[in-house]
C-alpha cells in the first residue's frame, strides 16, 4: 500500500504520491486508473514528488488523467511547496519541474507566491506549428476567435470574451486544445476583464478538461491581458472557486502567483488494482 494526500488550489486537485524514496512503478495505466474520477481517486493532475538535486528542494513530476506529462502546473507548485515546508520548516522551496526551477515563499495568512519565470512569446517557444504573431493566432470557433498565446512551462491560448458565461467551454474547450496550430496541443483560457485589476477566467486544460482554477493559465491570461494592453501587470485573476492575485514584474520579467494550498484527506493506494 502507497500512501498519498488529495490536495488542490481553488478547487484544482491533484493526487500526490511521494516517491523520493524509491521507485513506485508508476505505470500509464495505474496514473490514468488512479486519476479518474468514478473508478479512482479523481484529479486534474496526477503528481509524484521525487528527489531534489542541484539547488532543487524536490523534483516535481506532473501528469494529466490521460497519462501525458505536463511542464507546468501552478497551484501544484504551492501544494508542492507547503509539503517541502512543513518537513524542513523553511520559509523558502525550490521545486523542479521538466520546464525549470520554481521557488516558492511562504507568505501571511496561508498564502504562498510562487515565481513562474518569464513568459516565452516567440512562436517557437509556445510552441506554434508555424511563424505567427503570437498576440493574434489566426484562429477561432463559434462566438471566439483572434485568442494570444504564450508558454509558462507549457502552451496557453487566451480568448478575450464580452462575457464569460456566454461562453460554452465544455463545447469549445476539447476542438481548441487540438487546433493543428498547436502541436503539442494547448490550454485554452476564455477571460473577460473586468477592469485594469481584475480579470475573470475560465479553463479548459489540456488532457484534463474544464478545472475549477488553473495557476499557470492565470499567469498566461494576465501576460496576454498585459500585451494586448487590456490590464496592468498586477491584477486578480478569479475563477470558478476563487482568486490568485498575478503580477508580471517589469525589473525582471518574470510572473508571480500567490494563493492558498489546501489538504482535503489523506489515504493509501493498492496500486496494482489500477493496472499493470
Known amino acids: 500500500m502507497v500512501p498519498f494526500r ?3 488550489g481553488l478547487g484544482n486537485d491533484f493526487v500526490v504520491l511521494d516517491a523520493r524514496a524509491g521507485d513506485l512503478d508508476l505505470t500509464p495505466d495505474r496514473i490514468v486508473g488512479i486519476a479518474d474520477r468514478h ?3 479523481g484529479c486534474d493532475q496526477f503528481i509524484v514528488m521525487e528527489p531534489g538535486t542541484r539547488g532543487a528542494d524536490v ?4 501528469y494529466n488523467p490521460d497519462g501525458s506529462e505536463g511542464g507546468a502546473c501552478g497551484n501544484a507548485t504551492r501544494c508542492i511547496a507547503s509539503l517541502v515546508a512543513g518537513e524542513s520548516g523553511a520559509d523558502r522551496v525550490v521545486v523542479r519541474t521538466i520546464s525549470g526551477d520554481l521557488p516558492v515563499e511562504r507568505l501571511p495568512d496561508g498564502l504562498w507566491r510562487a515565481d513562474m519565470g518569464a513568459p516565452r512569446l516567440a512562436w517557437q517557444e509556445v510552441p506554434l506549428a508555424r511563424e505567427t504573431d503570437t498576440l493574434h493566432l489566426p484562429i477561432g ?3 471566439v476567435s483572434d485568442p494570444a498565446a504564450c508558454s509558462m512551462g507549457n502552451p496557453h491560448a487566451t480568448f478575450f470574451v464580452p462575457d464569460i458565461e456566454a461562453v460554452d467551454v465544455a463545447s ?9 496550430i498547436f502541436p503539442d496541443r494547448a490550454n485554452i483560457g476564455f477571460a473577460q476583464v473586468m477592469g485594469p485589476e481584475w480579470i475573470r477566467l475560465r479553463m479548459w486544460e489540456r488532457g484534463a478538461g474544464m478545472t475549477l482554477a488553473c495557476g499557470s493559465g492565470a499567469c498566461a491570461t494576465l501576460v496576454n491581458a498585459v500585451r494586448r494592453g487590456l490590464a496592468g501587470r498586477r491584477a486578480r485573476v478569479s475563477m470558478e472557486r476563487g482568486d490568485l492575485v498575478i503580477e508580471w514584474r517589469e525589473a525582471d520579467g518574470h510572473v508571480l502567483m500567490t494563493g492558498p494550498v489546501a489538504t482535503a484527506f489523506t489515504g493509501t493506494l493498492d496500486l496494482g488494482a489500477f493496472g499493470p
Open 6 to 8: 488529495k490536495m488542490h
Open 39 to 41: 473508478f479512482g481517486v
Open 172 to 180: 469549445l474547450g476539447p476542438t481548441l486544445e487540438r487546433d493543428a
Open 141 to 143: 470557433l463559434g462566438p
Open 59 to 62: 523534483f516535481m513530476r506532473i
